[in-house]
Structure formats: structure tokens, C-alpha cells
């Protein structure tokens, strides 16, 4: 046999009400964690990207690179006459006011290549990055090879920091740190 309860029963309104008041506190326990736990930090938060391009043409190779926290060097590569430059962005500069670039450098990479007179390099560039111990070195390298000859070299630049947060101009020769090889065999080209 069955038995009923009525709806007056205090035992059904006991039960009811405790059931409600358990699930009314679920949800508010549920809602109050929910919102006081941070979503897990992604580990791409706190990766710094940085970005270097390098383009070429027939007769001059542009890169660029990050020679500071604050700014990006561009390095352009003169093919006619070899000339390597460097120019640093001036972040410290009024808009309208005094030069873009706070710092300027300069390299011939002809002899470092072997390129011979008379004859018509094939050059590539692109640039790096190094952590350097000495705090007056630039972070950016640029390596520069010449397809003729199969040699490849790499330059840095001395870059005083200070100096830029003060906004002072900086003129300096690139550093060459280094020569390399490529090609370990000679190729014989008919170059204009």
C-alpha cells in the first residue's frame, strides 16, 4: 500500500525547503569560485615576438631588425658600391622635430667579400638577433654573402643606450665579427 503525503505535512515543507536551500547554495558557491579563479595564463602571454624582414633587388637589400627594446634598425646594402648602412629609429623624438634616426652606420663590405674589381657581386642580407654580454652592442647582427664568391660575413653595431635615451646622435662604423665561407670550391663566372 501506498502512502501519501499531504501537501500540509511539515515533513514535505522540512524536506522541500532544505532541498531548495542546499541548491540555492551550490549555485551561489559554484558562481563565487567560478569568478574568483583567473583563467590559466596561455604560454604565449608573456612572449615578446619580434620581427625581422629582409627584401632584395638588383641594386640594393634592405633588412630590418631590432637593434634596442625601443627601436628597429634598417640596414640597407648598396650593391653598386657596396656600402653597408645602418640608421636606429629616434623614439625619443617630438613629431616634426630634429632627425628620424638617432643613430647612423656605415661599412664597405667589398674587401670582407672578396669581391674583385671589375667583376658584379651577387649579394644576399638579412639580419639577426644576439644577446651580447657587453651592454654597448646593439642587439641586431646582419649577415651579408655575395654569391659569387661564396663568402659571407657578419657585422654588429656599437649602440650606447644611454646616449639614445637622452636623445644624443650616434654615428659609429658597423663592427665586422666575423668572415665565412659558403662555398668551399671556386665557380668560375662571366660577370659584366
Not at 657587453?134 to 641586431?140: L, Y
Request: hydrophobic share 40%.
Amino acid at each position: 500500500m501506498i502512502k501519501q503525503f499531504s501537501a500540509r505535512s511539515p515533513w514535505t515543507f522540512t524536506l522541500g525547503l532544505t532541498m531548495g536551500l542546499l541548491v540555492a547554495v551550490g549555485v551561489a558557491a559554484g558562481m563565487f569560485l567560478g569568478q574568483s579563479q583567473q583563467a590559466p595564463a596561455s604560454p604565449l602571454d608573456d612572449l615578446l615576438l619580434r620581427a625581422s624582414a629582409s627584401s632584395g633587388g638588383s641594386s640594393v637589400s634592405l633588412a630590418t631588425g631590432p637593434v634596442s627594446d625601443d627601436a628597429d634598425g634598417i640596414f640597407v646594402l648598396d650593391h653598386l658600391t657596396g656600402d653597408l648602412q645602418c640608421w636606429v629609429l629616434n623614439t625619443r623624438r617630438r613629431q616634426g622635430t630634429g632627425s628620424p634616426f638617432n643613430a647612423v652606420y656605415r661599412y664597405n663590405v667589398i674587401r670582407d667579400l672578396g669581391i674583385e674589381q671589375g667583376k658584379k657581386p651577387d649579394y644576399v642580407m638579412t639580419v639577426g638577433s644576439a644577446n651580447f654580454r657587453a651592454s654597448s652592442m646593439g642587439s641586431a647582427v646582419v649577415y651579408v654573402a655575395d654569391g659569387n664568391t661564396g663568402n659571407v660575413a657578419c657585422y654588429g653595431l656599437p649602440f650606447d643606450r644611454s646616449a639614445a635615451s637622452a636623445n644624443r646622435s650616434q654615428a659609429f662604423p658597423l663592427l665586422n665579427l666575423g668572415i665565412g665561407r659558403a662555398r668551399v670550391v671556386n665557380i668560375e663566372t662571366d660577370d659584366e
